[in-house]
């Protein structure tokens, strides 16, 4: 008898996502796994238990993790969960660990060895275990589908006998995997679409797009890229001179979508309650970073907001799983392919190297202790006194995730225009 792969059902509800799908289930079995899916594991993203169990899965409950080996799920376990864990079993998931001590001490104290694949480090040997920009990608696109159906009018351009039909203006406010996305799903729609980043290197990208760029283009915005490829957080002068200019261009638009969040801290403010105020009655904003406080001023996560001038706030959570059965399918592809790395390929058993650089990028805990350099300090802090945990790096913020390292810029484009997770060298969505 082979190793395990446990797939739960998820518990949280509002999270519709799989952890496998039935593709990844063969694959497993490939690698010489035996898998198990939780009954009912893959019903909100349209995956049927009779799908996985063609695909050779066993269909079990929720006990049966105790016998896994590897434990596969969308978000990070709870303690109830992990009391049925396997000490020394390989848990990979979501973990969003930052800011939730409590949580990740829960995870060494279990003597699980968890891996946080919202840490994988974006080099061209990971690109296909980014969740960040698989994930990121839907949102963008759904983004756009949301606030389509809250603008109720149409948002082409459409000459008729009896007329003309102006095309709605949207604005894309941060350029990252989520945000070209965005640009990309506005433009088929026939929008007319602006966007604007604090990165220099995002500018070709949007116009490629057929998108016009806005940026305050000044000494600090030529330096506002890290080595990753990501947005450097502005000083307070310059997010004042990019809130001067983006007012005025906001309060002639239909759409606005905003994407930047630094992971770790709450989200920027970059959409003030004047500006609102200054939109058009019909208007729509969707605020993608409302989990972590929203860039929005009058944002609130899981509903939308209606404002006095009659501008629609629309904070929806976990947008990716609101098009779960798509995301469900790529998120599986990047687990299965980090778990492949785990794999001795000649035993087919898991075989951990832990000095290889993706284990070292995204392991969390193991043996009984916090072993991530950003957290192990923070997860024994001194007796009566609390310590924050460290700020995640810039090159890890899923919103501004731009065109990674390895692949030429328009390949990239062209790769997050078209739904493919874009090329590598890393930030809502």
Do not use: C, W
Request: charged share 25%; proline share 5%; net charge positive.
């Amino acid at each position: 008898m082979g190793q395990t792969v446990f797939i739960p059902r998820e518990l949280d509800a509002n999270e519709p996502r799989v952890a496998a799908s039935p593709d990844t289930v063969k694959r497993l079995a490939g690698l010489g796994f035996d898998v198990t899916v939780e009954t009912g594991a893959g019903t909100a993203s349209r995956i049927p238990d009779e799908e996985f169990a063609k695909a050779g899965a066993a269909i079990g409950k929720a006990g049966d993790a105790a016998k896994a080996d590897v434990v596969l799920k969308v978000r990070r376990p709870t303690e109830a969960e992990m009391k049925g864990y396997r000490s020394g079993a390989a848990v990979i998931a979501i973990m969003d660990p930052y800011g939730n001590d409590a949580a990740v001490a829960a995870l060494a104290k279990a003597g699980v060895t968890a891996f946080s694949m919202e840490f994988m480090p974006r080099i061209t040997r990971a690109q296909s275990m980014d969740v960040l920009s698989s994930q990121a990608n839907l949102a963008g696109y759904q983004a756009v589908i949301d606030a389509a159906a809250e603008y109720d009018r149409a948002l082409p351009m459409m000459m008729t006998a009896a007329g003309t039909v102006p095309a709605a203006k949207a604005f894309i406010m941060g350029v990252g995997v989520a945000g070209l996305q965005a640009i990309a799903t506005a433009r088929r729609l026939g929008a007319v679409v602006t966007a604007t980043d604090v990165r220099p290197a995002v500018k070709e990208q949007v116009q490629s797009l057929g998108a016009k760029f806005l940026a305050v283009e000044d000494e600090e915005f030529k330096a506002a890229e890290t080595a990753g490829g990501y947005a450097k957080e502005m000083s307070k002068e310059y997010q004042a001179k990019q809130a001067a200019l983006t007012a005025e261009h906001i309060a002639k638009q239909d759409i606005v979508i905003t994407t930047a969040l630094i992971p770790g801290r709450p989200a920027p403010k970059l959409v003030s309650a004047a500006m609102v105020a200054s939109m058009k009655p019909g208007s729509v904003i969707v605020d993608l970073a409302v989990e972590r406080g929203g860039n929005v001023e009058g944002a609130v996560a899981g509903k939308v907001v209606t404002t006095a001038n009659n501008v629609k706030i629309v904070g929806h959570l976990n947008v990716p799983g609101r098009v779960a059965a798509s995301a469900s399918l790529l998120y599986a592809r990047n687990l299965f392919a980090f778990l492949e790395t785990l794999v001795d390929k000649t035993t087919k058993t898991l075989a951990i190297k832990r000095d290889d650089e993706l284990v070292k990028a995204t392991m969390l805990t193991d043996a009984g202790k916090v072993v991530h350099p950003a957290f192990a300090k923070a997860a024994e802090p001194p007796k009566g006194q609390h310590v924050e945990p460290a700020a995640i790096p810039a090159k890890t913020m899923v919103a501004a995730a731009s065109v990674k390292k390895a692949a030429p810029k328009r390949a990239a484009d062209k790769k997050v225009a078209t739904g493919k997770s874009a090329a590598k060298p890393k930030g809502i969505a």
